[in-house]
């Protein structure tokens, strides 16, 4: 009898200690994913100074935008071209600035510009993607507003663009703090209010507006203004 005390009190020991190694490794897993997806979000943004500094040197080089760059120019013989009046239109010249800049050796990969594929915006063909799955990188700059941007954001088949409201509060928080104001509508990094869900921000109608980061619904369309 008192070996079988023995033996139980020995088998209650060793669940006590094996649930201290699943507690540990699940804590250890935990932190684990949280620095990867850290680390991921942090790579966005060296992509995106990668880009801006891509964008800057092309149009010292050529004196023209990617992307909007005419074809009178035919630098390429094989390229796509633009209008060259100093738009970066979202559903042609935002696929060719990236096959421009890919032709000019500017960034790393090979663009083709194609914009007629059922998914308009394919990852590594036309546009380069992030470290965030299906989440791909869009250009577009309007003249009159002096407003040139990369969006973030996924593919669909509806849209000859990447779709709005693809990034979660919480997500686009994180970017925005780290990297610039914290305020969704100013800075650098900033929400399309236009274009995004209205559970992306806290109170719509505050000043300022901040993000609803108690959510992880994807709800925000994340861009970024090129310097």
């Keep these: 009898m008192k070996y079988n005390l023995k033996n139980k009190a020995f088998s209650l020991i060793e669940l006590s200690i094996v649930i201290l190694i699943i507690a540990i490794l699940i804590v250890i897993t935990s932190a684990a994913t949280k620095i990867t997806y850290s680390s991921k979000l942090k790579k966005i943004y060296s992509d995106f100074a990668i880009y801006d500094r891509a964008f800057k040197e092309f149009s010292f080089q050529y004196n023209q935008l990617p992307g909007d760059l005419p074809s009178h120019f035919n630098f390429w ?3 796509n071209y633009g ?3 100093g738009d970066i239109l979202w559903y042609s010249e935002g696929y060719y600035a990236w096959e421009h800049l890919s032709k000019a050796a500017l960034i790393v990969g090979s663009f083709d510009g194609t ?6 915006a394919i990852a590594e063909s036309n546009v380069p993607k992030t ?9 577009f700059g309007n003249s009159s507003k002096n407003n ?14 990447i779709d709005e409201n693809s990034l979660s509060p919480k997500t686009s928080f994180f970017l925005d703090h780290k990297f610039d104001d ?3 509508e100013t800075g650098s990094i900033r929400i399309d209010l236009a274009l995004t869900n209205s559970n992306c921000i806290d109170d719509i109608t505050g000043n300022p507006k901040n993000y609803n980061k108690s959510s992880d619904t994807e709800s925000c369309d994340l861009y970024f203004i090129l310097n």
Excluded at 115 to 120: G, H, K, L, M, S
Excluded at 131 to 139: E, F, K, R
Excluded at 150 to 159: E, P
């Design 77 to 79: 013989s094989d390229a």
């Design 83 to 85: 209008d060259g009046n």
């Design 115 to 120: 914009t007629n594929a059922t998914y308009d």
């Design 131 to 139: 470290q965030l799955t299906d989440i791909l990188w869009s250009a």
């Design 148 to 161: 040139y941007s990369l969006f973030i954001g996924k593919s669909t088949s509806s849209l000859t663009r």
């Design 182 to 184: 914290s305020y969704p």
